[in-house]
Nanobody, 122 residues
């Protein structure tokens, strides 16, 4: 079992930046890949980014590559999502997730945080 707690959401103007963090705890959280998904009202949960358990490999949604960056601190069992040049369409609830492997499908991930709201105003 892994528990995940996100932080860092908020309201930002278009063009601004936010940094989300997620703290993982429980049984061997360092052995899990960590990822971020987001869900806007009326839309399906979509993949944002993920990082392997070693931190050596990162994965991004093609549409977000270059604006978003994922990183992890294995000593603190945290994962961060740096979001730059934010757009109103980035508004969503952002969820941290963990599993043994990486997938771009939400149903393939076993553990989820409660989510943090990101609102980008125009």
């Amino acid at each position: 079992q892994v528990q995940l707690v996100e932080s860092g959401g908020g309201v930002v103007q278009a063009g601004g930046s936010l940094r989300l963090s997620c703290a993982a705890s429980g049984q061997n959280p360092g052995n899990y890949a960590l990822g971020w998904f987001r869900q806007a009202p009326g839309k399906e949960r979509e993949f944002v980014a993920a990082i392997s358990w070693t931190g050596a490999n990162t994965y991004y949604a093609d549409s977000l590559r270059g604006r978003f960056g994922i990183s992890r601190d294995k000593s603190k069992h945290t994962v961060s999502l740096q979001m730059d040049s934010l757009k109103p369409e980035d508004t969503a609830v952002y969820y941290c997730t963990a599993d043994i492997g990486v997938a771009k499908t939400a149903s393939m991930w076993s553990y989820w945080g409660q989510g943090t709201q990101v609102t980008v105003s125009s």
